[in-house]
Structures are given as C-alpha cells and as structure tokens.
T-cell receptor, first 111, second 115 residues
C-alpha cells in the first residue's frame, strides 16, 4: 500500500466545515483513497472512499485532486461528536486486503 | 454490516502470564484480522486469521508470541503469551465481508495492561 501523509492535528469550531488534507503522491492507478476515524476508546469506523471522482455520503465528502496525489475529507458541519483521529489510507478496492494505518490527524472540534 | 464483540473488554495481567482474547461476529465473514494499538499510537496489523489454516503474520509478529485460532467463520481468538509490560496495548479484531470489502468493521477492542 502507498504511504500517506497527514497533519498531526487540527482544530475546528462546531458548526463549521472541517477540511482534513492527505497527501498520497505514490498512489498506484488501481488504489483507492479510504478514510476511517477512531473516536476515543472505540474501534475505527469507515467513513468514505473514492478513486478519482469526488464522493459524498451521509457522513462526509471526499475531494480527490485530478492527479490523485492528494485528497481532502470534508465534514460539512462539524459537531463535538466528530472529535476523533482521522486516518487516510490507500489500498486496492474490492479486496479483503489489510488496512495499513498511518499516524492520522487528530481533529478537535470546539464550541 | 457486521457487529463484533470482544472479550474481555479489559484486563490487568502479571508479566509472564498469557491472555486469550475472543472475537465473535454476528454473521459469517470472509476475513478476520487482529490489530494492536500501543498507547498513543496508530494501529498495527498483527495477523490475518485464516479459517481452517494457520494465521498469516506480519513482519515483527510471531506465532509463538501471538497464537491465533479461527475454528469457524464467526469466531477467532488471539493469545498474548508470556506477557511483558511492553505488551500493554489495545487489541482489536476486524472483519471484512464479501458483500462489502470496501468497509472493514472493527470490534471495540480489548485494553490490556501488563504489570
């Protein structure tokens, strides 16, 4: 799996959009970008994934640059419950391959 | 989706002893994984638990230290053997199901403290 780089921490005011960046400059053509988050004292939770087109679901939006070397996870209206560590992972989709976790971004949502 | 339970949720053990952690899934799953999360760190994959055959271990992890069993498609155990304080971590079970390989599901974890 390709390596990813994320800022160690970010702050966001409640109600504002949280934009979490990720660099994956060595991503391969068949690798997707996945995002998971880990709320304190819980197991990681899947958020979203994408290949090259922007994706949106009920939790978040994923914006992938045209060259696929970076992406941004957007939480449109962050709440205190979104405080967590967010992991950006690249892997081949549709397979039961392992997840390789990097250090992630610790997002702190404040009042 | 898949609902995963782990037992015990936490334990405090003496060095030199062993602890077996159980992972139970509410449906048959294709793949089961065991991860370790050391204090303040990210998750590291220990091994893939294969049904009916020996587990596949990642670099740095060996069967003698972390024996794994997977007798069927819904259950697996991880044993942490001859424990030392360095084994103090959260151990998490994860599964992948054939209908949704894009999403892996994680258990709540087992918090182990070794004195």
């Amino acid at each position: 799996d390709a390596k990813t780089t994320q800022p160690p921490s970010m702050d966001c005011a409640e109600g504002r959009a949280a934009n979490l960046p990720c660099n994956h400059s060595t991503i391969s053509g068949n690798e997707y970008v996945y995002w998971y988050r880990q709320i304190h004292s819980q197991g990681p939770q899947y958020i979203i994934h994408g290949l090259k087109n922007n994706e949106t679901n009920e939790m978040a939006s994923l914006i992938i640059t045209e060259d696929r070397k970076s992406s941004t996870l957007i939480l449109p209206h962050a709440t205190l419950r979104d405080t967590a560590v967010y992991y950006c992972i690249v892997r081949v989709a549709g397979t039961a391959s392992k997840l390789t976790f990097g250090t992630g971004t610790r997002l702190q949502v404040t009042l | 989706s898949a609902v995963i339970s782990q037992k015990p949720s936490r334990d405090i053990c003496q060095r030199g002893t062993s602890l077996t952690i159980q992972c139970q899934v509410d449906s048959q799953v294709t793949m089961m994984f065991w991860y370790r999360q050391q204090p303040g760190q990210s998750l590291t994959l220990i091994a893939t638990a294969n049904q009916g055959s020996e587990a596949t271990y990642e670099s740095g992890f060996v069967i003698d230290k972390f024996p794994i069993s997977r007798p069927n498609l819904t259950f697996s155990t991880l044993t942490v053997s001859n424990m030392s304080p360095e084994d103090s971590s959260i151990y998490l079970c994860s599964v992948a199901i054939a209908s949704s390989y894009n999403e892996q599901f994680f258990g709540p974890g087992t918090r182990l403290t070794v004195l």
